[in-house]
Nanobody, 123 residues
Framework: QVQLVESGGGSVQAGGSLRLSCVSSGRTFSTSNMGWFRQAPGKEREFVGRIVLSTANTIYADSVKGRFTISRDNAKRTVYLQMNSLKPEDTAVYSC????????????????WGQGTQVTVSS
C-alpha cells in the first residue's frame, strides 16, 4: 500500500508562484511514475503532468507547459510541482498519483492518490 501526502497549496495572486510537494510511503518510489492532476469545481479531473522517477522524464499538459515544472528527490521520496506565472484558471485541488507501470495522462492509470491540496489564484 502506498500513501501519498501533498502539501504546499494556498492562495496567491495572479503571476505568483507556489511549490507543491508530494511525499510517498512507497518502497518502490524510485521505480514508479508520479502524476499530478487538478480538479476545479464543476469540472472533470485534468492531467497536469507526470514524471518517470527512474529517469526524471517529464511530460506536461499544454495548459501548463512552460510555467509548471515537476521534479523529484528520490532520497526523500518526494515529488515537487513548481508552479510559476499562475493564472486564475489554475485554481483547483491538486493531487498527486502514483503507478508502478502506467506513465500516461489518464487518471484511471494511477492506482494510488493523495488527498489533494487547494490552490487558489486571484486576479
Amino acid at each position: 500500500q502506498v500513501q501519498l501526502v501533498e502539501s504546499g497549496g494556498g492562495s496567491v495572486q495572479a503571476g505568483g508562484s507556489l511549490r507543491l510537494s508530494c511525499v510517498s510511503s512507497g518502497r518502490t518510489f524510485s521505480t514508479s511514475n508520479m502524476g499530478w492532476f487538478r480538479q476545479a469545481p464543476g469540472k472533470e479531473r485534468e492531467f497536469v503532468g507526470r514524471i518517470v522517477l527512474s529517469t526524471a522524464n517529464t511530460i506536461y499538459a499544454d495548459s501548463v507547459k512552460g510555467r509548471f515544472t515537476i521534479s523529484r528527490d528520490n532520497a526523500k521520496r518526494t515529488v515537487y510541482l513548481q508552479m510559476n506565472s499562475l493564472k486564475p484558471e489554475d485554481t483547483a485541488v491538486y493531487s498527486c498519483a502514483s503507478s508502478r507501470t502506467y506513465s500516461g495522462s489518464s487518471p484511471s492509470g494511477y492506482g494510488y492518490w493523495g488527498q489533494g491540496t487547494q490552490v487558489t489564484v486571484s486576479s
